[in-house]
């Protein structure tokens, strides 16, 4: 198995690591862009090297749709497909069917119809939904053309094979905050089952290590279980998932209810998380790698971190709108300790302009300083992690309380 | 004066030279990205020096609305504001002008009024005109925000001097294959009144080169004495602009009306001309350097640039449309024998997918190509110029009927 983890020294719970994989290691803590559809939006792979960007989490969900996990395959998987000769990961396609269904039919029961030939009254039935999960596995309709489909473990863990990640997932179900306890234990229930019949259909153990997913949604008793249910499997890694509760405290409580019950020797990646300090908060519970959104959708949208020296704190989470007219005439970089291409390249000012004349160059800029911002206060965060001042470096950016 | 051109060879009426600027050689023929908002569309400064751009060339028209041409100065100028350290051009903003005023004022009286003052039925009134052209200048209201703004010989010579390009355009009345000879001539007299006006307004003769712009739409007497003109005003340089006529055999006489009346001493521009058949025309014809949006155009609508070697043809305007569903398991790259990095790294396969996917990535990865492509056609040009062989390249793209 070329897959490993070495968990080299921690500071307090904070840990610093290396995943090695066949395509290369990975430095931990570590942050991941996402590259949902086999690209990180706006950006391409030298981008991706100038910033070194350790791993891309791909979704399996999107890339089955489009452009097909079978093309995927045959040009090679999905690093050689898009360009890239570094680590990947797949998450298993249930967060997205969950979430776009759920989400889309928000209120709504989950047990609703989605198959026009059952026994629905007309006016229901004319309103499909989106998914539909059994003890099995979830049959959904495509957000791009509402064709049917149906995901089991068996079914997620063979599409993320032909996509060909480093690191894949467990099939789960991904509950949400509205779910209540007891539809969250049946859903856990389920994710078990799913996680141990992935762990069966997972084959390619030479190539792919395959992570369990913590579920549970805020409920203390299911997340342990969970956490306990998962370890013991035996898994190469776990990721936490699913519902994280309706507040930041929710998230930090549930990181300290589970990773305490999984084995150290192990890697634990927190899905879909990865503002800054919920990155410092992560850490210092004991998370080793984050993919998150955030930072490059924030990034099309105007918003750029700046560090605590360029007036970054908690309260304006790090970020200022550079599309403001207040930086217009802004002759300086987005952030002067950056050390990313664009902060030594452009000012301000242009960077505004290009936003206020609608150009897709903005955005490419903003893309490329958030995720070196981040990636490169993971290298950071490792290098105080080996000097055991973690807590220092929580305190320079006034995120003390969180970790 | 630090800009000049040298001739160094010609091939029949091709030309091989060198156009010295104070930010550095362009060898010519060359071809000029267009970076209309001060960005090459999708592209940062890095791409344009991998793809080796010998200049690029900004609308004054556009810059002066945004971000305003006194920010561009404030923020050192085009080329500093942008992050490019290379040669640059501006048009006079009379195109801009001109062609948005007339081309969506279409089939109306171009005298017509602007002015919500003057006295006109109120139902013309409502429908206000985009333009106004006097014989002092132009009134013309922004695309952006309906504001009423004029320009004059002198003016544009100011906002060219505060942008700062390397290489700048005479003031001129751009006219529309529509226009009859009549309104042609009485433009051109304009025309040519207005470039004196840019002769004497240009102060900044250390810095930028003034070129003067040949009118005369598609009428053979008119252009020979416009090139006449141009020739007699001694400025460093011509541009061949306006209305081209009807149809590329059109384009292809006016060229051959003017360019030799042109001092052979001095660099001849070809404006918003650049597709691969009207390049090898208008080198034939004595062009040194064009700048065209259509291959940047076209590339954010998935259609690149192949060689004949490729399957490109004078037909198929050598293009392929890389986003149809033909390309959807094609692993080879848009081109075979082109340089780019987009075909050493990425296969049609991919750039289709991201087509398909909405992925802006396409949009870039498509733009690098079509650049590059034609910016080493450019390069093959200069050599078969110095080996007398231009016909054979001619011959080769199958283009020989056009040289």
């Known amino acids: 198995m070329v897959f490993s983890f070495d968990l080299q020294t921690t500071d307090g719970r904070a840990r610093r690591g290396t995943i090695r994989t066949p395509h290369g290691d990975i430095e931990t803590p570590a942050f991941t862009p996402v590259g949902t559809q086999a690209t ?65 039919e928000h209120g709504v029961s989950k047990i609703s119809n989605i198959f026009p030939d059952e026994d629905v009254p007309e006016r229901r039935q004319s309103k499909q939904k989106l998914m539909k999960v059994d ?8 957000h791009l053309d509402g064709s049917l489909h149906r995901l089991t473990a068996e079914r997620s863990v063979k599409l993320q094979q032909q996509i060909g990640a480093d690191i894949i997932l467990a099939f789960d179900e991904c ?22 019949r992935s762990k069966e259909a997972w084959t390619n153990r030479e190539q792919q290590a395959l992570f369990g997913i913590v579920q549970g949604g805020a409920y203390k008793g299911l997340r342990e279980q969970s956490a306990q249910y998962m370890n013991d499997l ?12 309706r507040s930041k405290q929710d998230m930090y409580d549930i990181l300290d209810w589970t990773t305490p019950l999984l084995d150290p020797s192990k890697p634990r990646h927190l899905l879909g ?29 105007g918003a750029v971190y700046i ?32 050390d990313c291409k664009v902060c030594a390249t452009h000012s301000r000012a242009y960077i505004r302009h290009l936003f206020a004349a609608n150009e897709m160059l903005g955005m490419r800029l903003a893309t490329i300083h958030n995720l070196r911002f981040v990636l490169r206060l993971m ?4 290098e105080v992690i080996e000097e055991k001042r973690f807590n220092e470096l929580a305190k320079k950016w006034g995120v003390a309380e969180l970790v």
Chains 1, 2 share one sequence.
């Open 40 to 104: 990180v939006k706006t950006l391409d792979v030298d981008d991706l090297h100038a910033m070194k960007a350790p791993v891309v989490l791909a979704n399996t969900y999107h890339l089955y749709l489009r452009p097909g996990t079978d093309v995927v395959e045959r040009h090679g998987g999905l690093a050689k497909f898009m360009g890239w000769d570094g680590p990947t990961i797949t998450d298993s396609g249930g967060f997205q069917v969950f979430s776009l269904g759920f989400g889309l």
């Open 379 to 382: 290298e950071e965060m490792r």
């Open 234 to 245: 035996d898994v190469p890694g776990y990721a936490i998932g699913g519902s994280l509760g």
């Open 273 to 301: 998380i990865g503002e800054i300090g919920d990155i410092f908060a992560g850490v210092a519970r004991g998370v080793d790698t984050f993919d998150c959104v955030a930072a490059t959708r924030m990034a099309r949208n």
């Open 135 to 142: 003890d099995e596995g979830v049959s959904f309709r495509s």
């Open 175 to 196: 509950t949400s905050p509205l779910h209540d306890e007891r539809y969250t234990a049946r859903a856990l229930e389920r994710t078990h089952a799913w996680a141990r």
């Open 307 to 338: 560090s605590p020296e360029a007036g970054g704190t908690a309260a304006n989470k790090f970020r200022l709108n550079i599309s403001g007219a207040a930086f217009a005439d802004d002759a300086g970089p987005i952030d002067p300790g950056c």
